[in-house]
């Protein structure tokens, strides 16, 4: 099994005729994601590489029968597209655009609230279970199916750790880029519990970053709920207090978020933190 997205998944890809929004649709498409549509208003009608473009959200819903979509749209665009993406019925939504404001990310996510739905992101890399289903701008390549669940607030981070991991023959069961942005959807403990839950994820490896107190609330969450075994890592250890390293979430502020206060809520949490990402697998093997 898988959390989130499987062979099932039928997506579409809103912006499809960006540049971006192409690019991945394609590349999704190689991997073998059911991609049955995208969006881009006034071309309606028209196909790429097989694929259907539809003006509006509720077409493509009622005409493909899709259940998740991702979102290339400019961030001036993107709010707008979360909340279409939703009142269509689209039940996970995967926003990788970056750079919109906090407060109309407040609004998007909590109409994705109101409706039931699920929203990843934004500024995220998105998601992948491995062999069945690719939503995301991750590079395909480097995951392998397995039985170690990722959750990622750092993009690149997420590749270099995939990659010890499947170099030392551990896959994984998916793979989540949380995003880093100060607000976004589904983060730390609505994504443990799904590992948890998940019977084919055997353990878990939480990456996180400075700023925010994020990895305090799941250090918590885990020691009271989490059987399994989770190694965790904490980017940002050299970061100076008051700034900004890399995300608009990743900021030290008024002594709180650093690094040092995350690795300790997490090892006295029982879990074993790795200073180096190469560092996981090692330690996983010794707890699996």
Same mark, same amino acid.
């Given at each position: 099994? $898988?959390?989130?997205?499987?062979?099932?998944?039928?997506?579409?890809?809103?912006? /499809? &005729?960006?540049?971006?929004?192409?690019?991945?649709?394609?590349?999704?498409?190689?991997?073998?994601?059911?991609?049955?549509?995208?969006?881009?208003?006034?071309?309606?009608?028209?196909?790429?590489?097989?694929?259907?473009?539809?003006?509006?959200?509720?077409?493509?819903?009622?005409?493909?029968?899709?259940?998740?979509?991702? =979102?290339?749209?400019?961030?001036?665009?993107?709010?707008?597209? =979360?909340?279409?993406?939703?009142?269509?019925?689209?039940?996970? /939504?995967?926003? /990788?655009?970056?750079?919109?404001?906090?407060?109309?990310?407040?609004?998007?996510?909590?109409?994705?609230?109101?409706?039931?739905?699920?929203? =990843?992101?934004?500024?995220?890399?998105?998601?992948?279970?491995?062999?069945?289903?690719?939503?995301?701008?991750?590079?395909?390549?480097?995951?392998?199916?397995?039985? !170690?669940?990722?959750?990622?607030?750092?993009?690149?981070?997420?590749?270099?750790?995939?990659?010890?991991?499947?170099?030392?023959?551990?896959?994984? $069961? !998916?793979?989540?880029?949380?995003?880093?942005?100060?607000?976004?959807?589904?983060?730390?403990?609505?994504?443990?519990?799904?590992?948890?839950?998940?019977?084919?994820?055997?353990?878990?490896?939480?990456?996180?970053? =400075?700023?925010?107190?994020?990895?305090?609330?799941?250090?918590?969450?885990?020691?009271?709920?989490?059987?399994?075994?989770?190694?965790?890592? /904490?980017?940002?250890? $050299?970061?100076?207090?008051?700034?900004?390293?890399?995300?608009?979430?990743?900021?030290?502020?008024?002594?709180?978020? &650093?690094?040092?206060?995350?690795?300790?809520?997490?090892?006295?949490?029982?879990?074993?933190?790795?200073?180096?990402?190469?560092?996981?697998?090692?330690?996983?093997?010794?707890?699996?």
């Amino acid at each position: 099994m $898988s959390i989130l997205i499987n062979k099932s998944t039928r997506l579409i890809v809103q912006g /499809i &005729t960006g540049r971006d929004g192409l690019f991945h649709a394609l590349k999704m498409k190689e991997y073998g994601t059911q991609v049955v549509g995208g969006t881009s208003p006034g071309k309606g009608g028209t196909e790429i590489d097989r694929i259907p473009v539809f003006n509006t959200m509720y077409e493509a819903v009622q005409q493909t029968g899709a259940n998740a979509s991702v =979102i290339f749209v400019p961030a001036r665009f993107a709010t707008d597209a =979360i909340m279409e993406a939703t009142d269509a019925g689209i039940e996970l /939504i995967i926003c /990788i655009t970056e750079g919109i404001p906090t407060l109309d990310v407040i609004k998007a996510y909590r109409f994705v609230q109101m409706r039931g739905a699920k929203l =990843i992101g934004p500024n995220c890399p998105g998601l992948i279970s491995p062999d069945e289903s690719l939503v995301d701008i991750l590079p395909g390549k480097v995951f392998t199916k397995g039985h !170690t669940g990722v959750l990622s607030r750092s993009g690149t981070l997420t590749y270099e750790v995939v990659y010890h991991l499947t170099a030392n023959g551990m896959g994984q $069961s !998916t793979a989540v880029g949380m995003g880093g942005d100060p607000v976004v959807g589904l983060y730390f403990r609505e994504l443990l519990e799904m590992f948890e839950n998940d019977p084919e994820t055997h353990s878990i490896v939480v990456i996180g970053e =400075i700023g925010g107190n994020a990895e305090e609330l799941a250090a918590e969450y885990i020691r009271q709920h989490v059987t399994k075994p989770v190694v965790g890592f /904490i980017a940002g250890q $050299s970061a100076p207090a008051g700034k900004q390293m890399g995300h608009a979430g990743a900021i030290i502020s008024g002594g709180t978020g &650093t690094a040092v206060e995350k690795i300790k809520a997490m090892e006295e949490a029982g879990i074993r933190v790795a200073s180096e990402p190469s560092e996981i697998p090692a330690l996983l093997k010794l707890l699996v």
